[in-house]
């Protein structure tokens, strides 16, 4: 049975930093890639960040480049999202998802989701 549990997630002010993590169980962590999603109200869930499975390859959304940065320890089989320069429109539930083999920006080849972190950010 795989579990995703993500957190940190909390009330930010525009500009500010925050850094969510998604814990894994009940795969072999350093097989899977990783990726993160978000959605907001009334939105589609939207890629953000995905990461290889040995962490070589590391891909970010136009939206959050620069901004955003992916990263995992295999060691501790878990997933982050490093977050800075937020802005509200940064505002969604933040989802972390699983897959075998390489890593995909396509939400539909993900088959293990977490349950969600929320971030807000404030003007």
């Known amino acids: 049975q795989v579990q995703l549990v993500e957190s940190g997630g909390g009330l930010v002010q525009a500009g500010g930093s925050l850094r969510v993590s998604c814990a894994a169980s009940g795969l072999t962590f350093s097989n899977y890639a990783m990726g993160w999603f978000r959605q907001a109200p009334g939105k589609e869930r939207e890629f953000v960040a995905g990461i290889s499975a040995g962490g070589t390859s590391t891909f970010h959304a136009d939206s959050v480049k620069g901004r955003f940065t992916i990263s995992r320890d295999n060691t501790k089989n878990t997933v982050y999202l490093q977050m800075s320069s937020l802005k509200p429109e940064d505002t969604a539930v933040y989802y972390c998802?699983?897959?075998?083999?390489?890593?995909?920006?396509?939400?539909?080849?993900?088959?293990?989701w977490g349950q969600g972190t929320q971030v807000t950010v404030s003007s």
């Open positions: 998802a699983a897959k075998s083999g390489s890593v995909s920006l396509s939400r539909t080849s993900y088959y293990n």
